[in-house]
Structure formats: C-alpha cells, structure tokens
C-alpha cells in the first residue's frame, strides 16, 4: 500500500467554482501534514501546513480526519493561477524528518 | 540573498560516467535531503543529513552517494551504478515545523 494515495485528477474546473482535493495516509503515527503546490517543471513550494483543527489561508482550507487518515484542500474561488498540481504531504517516521509525497492532483482552472 | 541553490539546471550525462550535482543553502538549517522525481510520480528520498559529517540512506540510495562536509552544502553524484539516472533532482532543507524547502532542481538527462 502507498504511504500517500491521492487522486491524480486531473480537476478540471472553471474560473470562481470551488475543488477539493482529497488524500489518504497509511502510517497512522504520523505527526506532520502538508499540501504543496508543484507548477509544471518547478521544484514543490509550500502551500500550507494541516493541522488537526483545520486550518484556513484565505481561499484555501485545509482539514485533517486523524481517525480516517484522511487529509483535504479546499480552494474557492478558484482563480487561473491556481492552475498547478498540489501534492499532499506526510512525514516519513523512518528517515529523519524526510516527507512522503502523494503523487499529486492536477489543477486546470478555465476562464 | 537568503535560499537554497542547486546546480546545475541541465545536466546530460554519458553512460559510465559519474556525476556531482551541487545543494547549497544559506539558511542555517542542520537538516538536508535528496529527492528524485520522475514523470507523473511523487518525490522519493534518496539521502539525508541531520547533521555536518553525517548522512543516512533513504528509499532509493543504491546508485548515489552524498557528503557532508559542511553545514551549508550537501553534494550528490550520481555514479554509474545507478541504472536508470533520468530524472529531475531536488535537494530540500528542513524548517523548524517539519515542512521543507525546496532548491530550484536539477534536471540530469543521460544521453
């Protein structure tokens, strides 16, 4: 079973509707939950950190279900430059604070 | 300019040969790692180093090796052990909340 399964789309979704972006993790000890956004040929950045009390960074929110082992992103809104595919994201308990990526979910967002 | 630097952006590569590809940061951060992304799939960890003159094997280290020798850098070669060495490399660096940072990536094609 992968560490980190996500849907890889690809979600395609006009401009100002509202996506969201669903992943499951397999190891239930893990302590630290990200979503990263990869544009095409770019190295991953950072969107925002999940934490268990769902958290909210303008048009994105971010949830974390640690009984499911599930994680969601939340855009609204949806603007053209969020076209991008977003990563979700867990630690890897194994190997020194390293991550263990999903394989990612494309983005496209329309006029 | 604070950041993480990897070079080159292209590197081609002759079967046999090996090759160095070069993460240096200015951010202080003790933690560092290797990563290799391929087509359509999620980032595998390859090496990484919590501390200076220490370094641990990841998923995928057979074919690679790394250094330490300073804080701010963490070199990688690609040997020609490694068989299928195509692929789009990423150095990251550790911040205090478990995210990571990202270099701008290394793109190593062999010809």
């Known amino acids: 079973r992968k560490e980190v399964e996500q849907d890889p789309g690809p979600f395609n979704v006009p401009e100002g509707a509202t996506v969201a972006f669903n992943c499951t993790y397999s190891n239930s000890a893990s302590q630290s939950f990200f979503w990263y956004r990869q544009d095409c040929r770019k190295e991953p950045k950072l969107l925002m950190s999940v934490y268990s009390s769902g958290n909210e960074d303008g048009r994105f929110t971010a949830q974390l279900n640690r009984a499911s082992q599930y994680i969601s992103l939340l855009i609204r809104d949806s603007k053209l430059s969020d076209s991008a595919t977003y990563l979700c994201?867990?630690?890897?308990?194994?190997?020194?604070?390293?991550?263990?990526f999903g394989k990612g979910t494309s983005l496209l967002v329309t006029p | 300019d604070g950041g993480i630097t990897q070079s080159p952006k292209y590197l081609f590569r002759k079967e046999g040969q090996n090759v160095t590809l070069s993460c240096e940061q200015n951010?202080?951060?003790?933690?560092m790692y290797w990563y290799r992304q391929d087509p359509g799939q999620g980032l595998r960890l390859i090496y990484y180093s919590q501390i200076v003159n220490d370094f641990q094997k990841g998923d995928i280290a057979e074919g690679y090796s790394v250094s330490r020798e300073k804080k701010e850098s963490f070199p990688l070669t690609v040997t020609s052990a490694q068989k299928n060495p195509t692929a789009f490399y990423l150095c990251a660096v550790a911040g205090f909340g478990n995210e990571q940072f990202f270099g701008p990536g290394t793109r190593l094609t062999v010809l």
């Open positions: 994201v867990v630690n890897n308990l194994n190997s020194g604070y390293a991550l263990n």
């Open positions: 951010l202080n951060h003790d933690a």
